[in-house]
């Protein structure tokens, strides 16, 4: 029987806990499919356009593989479920995974499920809290969404069947939390494995989709969110495969549950060496340790990214071709170089942005280990504090700066052998490279904040979420440039295509210095586990 006592109490306050995250995600969500579906109604305001563009991505495996087939290349809202679906499905199962497992593992994993699950809660309160936030999240998702299409004049069902598809993937991804919090003690670990459940996902609609095999698209819920066909004679059955898998996922996940002990997973932790390896005896390698297997996956993740993007610059000027428009924007937003050169130069800037969420997730380790008590008895030997923080900062800005030459050299070597010319690898690894100051701010925020404001430390995504929205939709939603400039990748050189100043590079790499040291200040002179 289903024990629900105290649900609506742990709802309200999983809703405050999170009253500045999900408004975030859903923002965010929301306002890249809103100035999506804007800007292909601008770049292509003629049939004849969007039908050759519909062409070209038929003709383009690797175009497939990024975003996904077209299925109503005539309308400007097949066009905008063509280009967004993917990305706009992806963040909300991200979403989903990270709020569903702080809300269940992690409680755990800190004692606080056990000291609830102590007073007047029902057994499944807890997990049916998070499921419901996590639903309600996506449902506002899809609402938000289809008003904002719909506001621009597009078809209301193909609208809603968008946003419904969109908040169906989060839903699935939601039970896929659910069901891998209960694997494993740790919640960093059900996030990973959650997270290669969406990178699976991701890697059977990009195989199927590029080769035209149904069947992988069809056993991917990425696969299923482009096949509602919104804006293209909608299938409204497949919103019931969605609903009837995250269903059956937290179910399976409820039955796994009753299998274990609080706290406990169903695979036990593997059992460590009965004494440390001598090169663990400093906080260095104490770090590398710790950020070793987050290390490994961002570095194979950007590497697999970069030989996407290096595969399809080639064909960039295909899909260009026929409209100066989009080519004028690409040249402007890549730099003053020919198209290929922009394009390269433009995904090299998205995944100095992604690759800023590293910077971020490895300096808030400092944070994980202290509020887990991990660091105090650390620190109470010897350990000089500034001693601790270095050995994280190191990988915080070195494993970002590795991350970015993975993405950089293999993206180099894909386009060199796609052209025939070696020398494309040194152009494209040195646009990739000059990302690293600004993504290294973003650490020097982190670790600011760390230092001075500990328990506002989640404030470092709100900053890298603002230099997304100011480099990516300030010009379309026309920011004042002197507020865009506020944004450390704005005065980042546009390479290859553009001329590299190491002015702004310097300044950058100064401002990182001065926040790192502020960061460090402000810690030596606070309590542990405070602020």
Request: no cysteine; charged share 15%.
């Amino acid at each position: 029987m289903i024990s629900l006592t105290g649900a609506g109490t742990l709802i309200r306050l999983a809703l405050r806990r999170d009253r500045l995250l999900l408004p975030i995600w859903i923002a965010t969500v929301t306002g890249i499919v809103t100035v999506t579906a804007s800007a292909i109604a601008e770049l292509y305001p003629d049939m004849e356009q969007r039908l050759a563009l519909g062409v070209t991505i038929g003709a383009n495996s690797a175009l497939r593989a990024l975003t996904g087939p077209v299925f109503d290349p005539a309308s400007v809202g097949g066009l905008t479920a063509w280009r967004v679906t993917t990305i706009a499905a992806v963040l909300a199962s991200l979403m989903s995974i990270l709020v569903v497992t702080r809300h269940t593992r992690a409680e755990e994993e800190t004692g606080r499920a056990e000291l609830i699950g102590a007073g007047a809660v029902g057994r499944h309160a807890l997990p049916v809290a998070a499921v419901a936030v996590v639903g309600g999240a996506n449902l506002g998702i899809a609402l938000l969404v289809t008003l904002s299409l719909a506001g621009q004049g597009l078809p209301a069902s193909g609208a809603l069947a968008f946003g419904l598809a969109v908040a169906g993937t989060g839903w699935v991804f939601t039970g896929v939390a659910a069901l891998a919090a209960q694997l494993t003690e740790n919640a960093r670990t059900a996030n990973a494995v959650a997270s290669a459940a969406l990178g699976l996902s991701f890697l059977l609609r990009a195989a199927g989709d590029s080769t035209d095999n149904a069947a992988l698209s069809w056993m991917s819920p990425l696969g299923w969110a482009q096949r509602v066909r919104a804006f293209a004679g909608e299938r409204w059955w497949l919103l019931g495969l969605f609903a009837l898998a995250g269903l059956g996922l937290v179910i399976a996940a409820d039955l796994m549950a009753r299998r274990r002990d609080v706290g406990a997973g169903l695979l036990p932790p593997r059992r460590g060496p009965a004494t440390a390896a001598r090169h663990l005896g400093s906080p260095l390698a104490l770090a590398w340790r710790l950020h070793r297997g987050t290390l490994l996956g961002w570095t194979v993740g950007f590497a697999v990214v970069g030989t996407v993007f290096g595969s399809l610059a080639a064909s960039v000027g295909d899909l260009v071709g026929d409209n100066p428009q989009l080519a004028d924007l690409m040249a402007r937003l890549g730099g003053e170089g020919a198209i290929v050169d922009a394009f390269l130069s433009t995904e090299m800037g998205l995944l100095g942005l992604v690759a800023g969420g590293y910077a971020v997730q490895a300096t808030l380790r400092l944070r994980a280990e202290e509020t887990a008590l991990r660091a105090e008895p650390i620190l109470a030997t010897a350990v000089l504090r500034r001693r601790w923080l270095a050995g994280h900062l190191v990988w915080a800005l070195g494993g970002a700066t590795v991350i970015l030459t993975a993405a950089g050299l293999a993206a180099g070597l894909a386009h060199g052998l796609r052209v025939g010319d070696p020398t494309q690898v040194v152009r494209v690894l040195g646009s990739a490279m000059v990302q690293a100051p600004a993504v290294w701010v973003l650490a020097g925020i982190t670790t600011l904040l760390f230092g001075l404001l500990p328990r506002l430390t989640a404030l470092a995504w709100a900053a890298l979420v603002a230099f997304v929205l100011l480099g990516q939709l300030g010009e379309l939603l026309r920011i004042d440039e002197r507020i865009r400039d506020l944004s450390p990748f704005a005065h980042l050189p546009r390479v290859p295509g553009g001329e590299v100043t190491a002015a702004p590079l310097l300044w950058l790499a100064g401002v990182t210095v001065a926040l790192v040291l502020a960061g460090i200040a402000g810690f030596q002179r606070r309590d542990l586990a405070g602020g």
